[in-house]
């Protein structure tokens, strides 16, 4: 299990992020340039549905610039209803044309499921932590039951989940046929680009 959670030592560090999100918000402003005069719509047509995993960059992988496309990220890169909500605005008020579905090796949503979730946030509200044994809570107290109710949309094998999301889209009544759908999963290791072919198909128009 190849997971590392970092937790703040105090809350001075905290502080240190803020400010150094800020100082780099100033230069971006400073070098702006034209990107303001950007159209709403994306000018490449075509939105990508993936994980929020901080490994992961969209505008790096697949060559993108501002403007160019809409990018959609929740845990795992799954096919929520919120996601399917994003996708339709997507198509129906700005134009996109075509989906990728991508989920990543060595991803999060691979490490727990419904019952383990639940149960860490019945412990308590602190970050739990993770070992070879698996997760556990920090603290006890102060927890909720709530997490027992939620589809957390956990991964048992990705294929099958890229699979399962682009067939979920497809067959949303709201989504057009004429849009392709493309199943991939990208490689933490090599930062390529893996196609799921089973789903590309599931996604065809």
Same mark, same amino acid.
């Given at each position: 299990m190849?997971?590392?959670?970092?937790?703040?030592?105090? @809350?001075?560090?905290?502080?240190? =992020?803020?400010?150094?999100?800020?100082?780099?918000?100033?230069?971006?402003?400073?070098?702006?340039g034209g990107k303001g005069e950007l159209s709403m719509p994306p000018g490449?047509?075509?939105? =990508?549905l993936t994980c929020m995993d901080a490994r992961l960059d969209p505008a790096k992988y697949a060559g993108l610039a501002e403007g160019d496309a809409h990018v959609i990220r929740n845990a795992g890169g799954r096919a929520s209803d919120d996601a399917i909500r994003s996708l339709v605005i997507?198509?129906?008020?700005? @134009? %996109?044309?075509?989906?990728?579905v991508i989920h990543h090796t060595d991803c999060g949503m691979e490490t727990?499921?419904?019952?383990?979730?639940?149960?860490?946030?019945?412990?308590?509200?602190? %970050?739990s932590s993770v070992d070879a044994s698996g997760w556990h809570d920090c603290c006890e107290g102060g927890g909720t039951t709530d997490?027992?109710?939620i589809e957390w949309l956990t991964i048992n094998d990705q294929a099958k989940s890229v699979l399962s999301d682009v067939q979920r889209i497809r067959n949303n009544s709201m989504v057009p046929s004429d849009i392709p759908i493309y199943g991939y999963i990208y490689d933490c290791k090599s930062g390529k680009l893996i196609e799921v072919p089973e789903a590309t198909e599931a996604g065809k128009v």
């Open positions: 190849n997971v590392q959670i970092l937790v703040p030592k105090n @809350g001075d560090d905290m502080s240190n =992020i803020l400010n150094e999100v800020l100082e780099a918000n100033g230069q971006y402003v400073a070098n702006f490449r047509q075509f939105a =990508i997507s198509y129906k008020l700005l @134009g %996109t044309k075509e989906w990728f727990f499921n419904n019952e383990i979730m639940g149960e860490l946030l019945s412990g308590s509200l602190k %970050t997490g027992k109710f």
